[in-house]
């Protein structure tokens, strides 16, 4: 795909990973962060041969996305849902995490009687109410070596939570062998 794109002239390339909808009946997800993370370095590599830009819109671990112990500038660690500063309102008025979390509503921006809450009234839910507890219950370190990294809860939460529901990363991280201390 990406010599396809860089042939015809395309220098700029963004990625996402596709997760499944969490609220499906059927939920299978066998994508492990360490496969997705090494596919996404050939991609890059593979960019970086043809003078394409690569970037991915996918959160993943920080510390496994390091390469030649240089941190990959193409990787986010952190993710809009932890910190509050984003969300996406569906169709309905319903305001949903992210664009992985659909039918998952925390929140809406209509009131009970179906008028639009105020700012004020908007702010006071979304920094006390639901959506903040909703963001407070998926805030937990995927290994212990988290606790002491320098970049926890600002540059890296450990990549998406979706993408750590039903595994542990946890080994992956440890298996680095080394403290985890990004630059």
Same mark, same amino acid.
């Given at each position: 795909?990406? &010599?396809?794109?860089?042939?015809?002239?395309?220098?700029?390339?963004?990625?996402?990973?596709?997760? +499944?909808?969490?609220?499906?009946?059927?939920?299978?997800?066998?994508?492990?962060?360490?496969?997705?993370?090494?596919?996404?370095?050939n991609?890059?590599?593979?960019?970086?041969?043809?003078?394409? *830009?690569?970037?991915?819109?996918?959160?993943? +671990?920080?510390?496994?996305?390091?390469?030649?112990?240089?941190?990959?500038?193409?990787?986010?660690?952190?993710?809009?849902?932890?910190?509050?500063?984003?969300?996406?309102?569906?169709?309905?008025?319903?305001?949903?995490?992210?664009v992985?979390?659909?039918?998952? +509503?925390?929140?809406?921006?209509?009131?009970?009687?179906?008028?639009?809450?105020?700012?004020?009234?908007?702010?006071?839910?979304? *920094? *006390?109410?639901? +959506? &903040?507890?909703?963001?407070?219950?998926?805030?937990?370190?995927p290994?212990?070596?988290?606790?002491?990294?320098?970049?926890?809860?600002?540059?890296?939460?450990?990549?998406?939570?979706?993408?750590?529901?039903?595994?542990?990363?946890?080994?992956?991280i440890?298996?680095?062998?080394k403290?985890?201390?990004?630059?």
């Amino acid at each position: 795909m990406v &010599s396809r794109m860089a042939e015809a002239g395309v220098n700029w390339i963004a990625f996402n990973i596709a997760i +499944p909808n969490i609220q499906s009946e059927v939920f299978e997800d066998d994508l492990q962060t360490t496969d997705a993370i090494s596919q996404m370095h050939n991609i890059l590599d593979e960019g970086k041969r043809l003078g394409a *830009n690569i970037h991915f819109a996918a959160s993943v +671990p920080l510390c496994l996305a390091e390469k030649d112990g240089a941190l990959d500038s193409h990787f986010r660690g952190n993710c809009f849902v932890f910190h509050g500063n984003a969300l996406v309102i569906d169709h309905n008025g319903s305001i949903i995490p992210c664009v992985h979390w659909v039918e998952a +509503p925390i929140d809406s921006i209509y009131r009970t009687d179906g008028k639009r809450k105020s700012i004020t009234g908007f702010l006071r839910g979304w *920094n *006390n109410g639901l +959506p &903040s507890e909703f963001r407070q219950s998926l805030l937990r370190y995927p290994s212990h070596r988290c606790s002491t990294c320098e970049h926890w809860g600002t540059k890296c939460v450990g990549g998406c939570p979706l993408m750590r529901l039903g595994r542990d990363i946890s080994k992956d991280i440890d298996a680095l062998g080394k403290e985890v201390v990004l630059k």
